[in-house]
């Protein structure tokens, strides 16, 4: 699932503090910053979404995520790839090297990043 723009802000000031106060998350908005209600209630459908929960310290709420970052981009890309590439990581993949002008040597990286992947699942199959 792909969050609205604005509750994508939050979560990635969640995920890089870890865990925040709402004091501490509005502190590392850029200016303009939004209203506190505003957030308090970005924050509120966040936990709907069971991205992230809190705990209580008296009155305040300390808020951590309950999905990492990985695991939300992980998602979003899976979701692209169904509904944008005919669910094939082949065309995905094909798109990405030819329409997002990596350089010659950025590509050179990701050849090296794929063959270390094979390499990895190759090893994974042989019989011990």
Not at 30 to 57: G, H, S
Not at 85 to 100: G, K, V, W
Request: proline share 5%; glycine share 0%; hydrophobic share 40%.
């Amino acid at each position: 699932m792909k969050l609205p723009n604005a509750e994508e802000c939050l979560m990635n000031i969640i995920w890089k503090c870890e865990t925040a106060f709402l004091k501490d998350i509005m502190m590392h908005y850029p200016e303009p910053k939004p209203a506190i209600t505003t957030v308090a209630t970005f924050l509120k459908r966040l936990q709907d979404r069971n991205m992230i929960a809190y705990r209580l310290f008296g009155n305040s709420r300390q808020y951590f995520p309950l999905v990492s970052k990985e695991e939300y981009f992980s998602r979003h890309l899976n979701d692209i790839v169904k509904n944008f590439f005919e669910n094939s990581a082949m065309l995905f993949a094909s798109f990405f090297a030819a329409e997002t002008n990596l350089s010659a040597e950025e590509l050179k990286e990701l050849r090296d990043l794929i063959d270390n992947e094979i390499n990895k699942k190759e090893d994974d199959t042989l019989p011990v």
